[in-house]
DNA sequence: AATAAAATTGACCAAGTAGTCAAGAACCAC
DNA sequence: GTGGTTCTTGACTACTTGGTCAATTTTATT
């Protein structure tokens, strides 16, 4: 689990910790410390916790990237991706919780949140992650065109952030409830409505 | 404006400085200075910060209550509601956008989400008034039903969820985007396809 | 006017904050 | 080995943090 690399552990362990607790709640030191890193290796890494943070928001999207790609493969029917996306979302959620003792919710919301009025550098960096998220979500509304479950003329560009906005929510209204139960509840249901697609389609799954 | 009571001030002042920032960014001393207010007096109407924030998110609710209870009068229709209630929203955070040089989402959910798993109190105050909000949503959803326009057997009170989170998650998107777009575009529209009412009652309006 | 209660003040504290820096250690190519 | 580069260290700074407290002023009650 533990990095070798010393950049790599401050990366890790940023991540981890800013996602259970918050930005401002954790410090450098406290980070340095759980990385077993010396403050003046830190600064020898980043020129500051901002940019820390932003790389952290950087490998983490990359390390999810794998699952992405495979949930939004091709291979499965559109309805097929969003489905194993929430059971995905759902899945990472409850790992947190078993794992930190919280719901913690988007990372990218929550910090981007957090920061978005004070480094403009992080709000950047989470908007942009969100972007490459609702790429998948795009291609898959396209395909849902192109197979006619849902109609022509669809603004798919509006609808996967539509998409976006709505698990960011769940996610941080069940990280703000600290529980999974609404989520478990509502999460592909609604996601599914919000899609406005003919429940007939959804009745072969 | 600025009240001349000691203990609004200080609530005022904390709810608008945290809203536009954060509230690990804002210390008590900020806030003191902001509103003229000696630290000694501080302490003497708060026992603590988190105290202060919980005051403030309260009387925030309750400041804006009087919008609600207008926007999701009877004397509407269930569709009016909702049409009314995204059009306040947007006007709300357009408002804060030019008051604050920033789009600042919804304080409930910001604040609730930054100290969820710090500060106890903050979060149940944030999931309190979150379901404040939902037996809005709710009873128009039940109006809905009676009307036929929702089929009877709708689980109201998980929509109503639904409703909440997604607009929660629009208005984060919003303040991490710094950006009115995709709320003026996607936040009504997004909303009646979510609420899964057949196109058919919405023409009429 | 006397008294008690509520409100205000500013000095104070211990602990923490992000970030710096000069010095040394480890590693590299040659 | 030599020389240069990258890493690591720990002490350091200047400042901010939430919170305390005893002394004072203001306000309300009699």
Redesign the pocket.
């Known amino acids: 689990m533990a990095s070798t690399n010393?950049?790599d552990r401050l990366v890790e362990t940023a991540i981890e910790m800013v996602w259970k607790n918050s930005y401002?709640?954790?410090?450098?030191?406290?980070i340095c410390k759980a990385a077993d890193?010396?403050?003046?290796?830190?600064?020898?890494?980043f020129?500051?916790?901002?940019e820390l943070a932003v790389e952290a928001m950087e490998q983490h999207y990359q390390k999810k990237k794998g699952d992405f790609d495979r949930v939004f493969s091709p291979a499965n029917t559109p309805i097929e991706r969003f489905e194993k996306y929430t059971d995905l979302a759902f899945e990472n959620q409850k790992k947190t919780l078993e794992e930190y003792g919280h719901v913690c919710g988007c990372p990218f919301a929550s910090l981007g949140s957090e920061m978005a009025s004070q480094e403009d550098l992080i709000r950047e960096k989470a908007d942009k992650v969100f972007q490459r998220h609702q790429r998948y979500y795009e291609s898959t509304l396209r395909d849902m065109v192109a197979e006619g479950i849902l109609p022509e003329g669809t603004d798919v560009s509006a609808r996967a952030e539509e998409v976006s906005s709505y698990i960011c929510g769940q996610f941080m209204m069940a990280r703000v409830q600290n529980s999974l139960r609404p989520l478990e509840r509502d999460l592909k249901v609604g996601l599914f409505r919000l899609l406005g697609i003919d429940s007939k389609y959804l009745k072969a799954s």
């Not at 020129?47 to 901002?50: E, G, L, M, Y």
């Open positions: 010393t950049k401002s709640s954790v410090s450098v030191d406290d890193v010396r403050k003046g290796s830190f600064y020898h890494y020129k500051s916790k901002a």
